[in-house]
């Protein structure tokens, strides 16, 4: 295709040319996987962006078109990991911190109540092994690997009880932190 060739050569009207005549259908694709308009657009940018900063290599793809949808599932698709797992760092007592340093009022000091009580309950409903890494590590302030040997487990278990500690706690807590 010779607008890839020129493309290849540093051609910014035939890269227009090229963005122009995906973008739309590549956004598309993106949001149907994203749900955000922003996070969209983000994704389309950066596979543009890569796609110039390896403007040299794009003679070598066959089908423009698939390469490009390709590109711009996978960065959604990271771009969800990412989301997920910083969603994930994001303990309970953040939620709540965050959201009593944002509020004052009495309503919120009841939610603030109310959401810590839940916190508790949930923590209280996890098994027992799990509860108990949970509190060394998130409420005592211990390492995965002082965890391990207090409990003679691997580091491994401790992480990996710790995350079915979160995925439990998230989903209990599940409607009180939707948007």
């Not at 078109?65 to 990412?82: F, G, T, W």
């Amino acid at each position: 295709m010779i607008m890839l060739r020129d493309i290849s050569e540093s051609d910014q009207n035939a890269f227009k040319q090229l963005f122009y005549l995906y973008y739309a259908s590549l956004f598309n694709h993106a949001y149907h996987i994203l749900k955000s308009s922003l996070m969209s657009e983000e994704v389309v940018s950066e596979v543009f962006f890569t796609l110039w900063k390896n403007r040299a290599l794009i003679v070598e793809v066959q089908n423009i078109e698939a390469y490009l949808h390709v590109a711009v599932k996978n960065k959604a698709i990271s771009c969800l990991r990412q989301v997920a797992a910083h969603r994930m760092e994001l303990t309970s007592d953040d939620a709540i911190a965050a959201f009593t340093t944002e509020n004052h009022n009495p309503e919120s000091e009841a939610i603030r109540r109310e959401l810590q009580s839940a916190l508790q309950a949930a923590i209280e409903d996890l098994p027992t092994k799990c509860r108990a890494i949970f509190k060394m590590a998130r409420i005592n302030g211990l390492s995965y690997k002082k965890i391990s040997e207090l409990l003679g487990i691997s580091v491994r278990t401790v992480d990996a009880q710790l995350a079915i500690a979160q995925k439990k706690l998230r989903l209990s807590l599940q409607h009180y932190m939707e948007e």
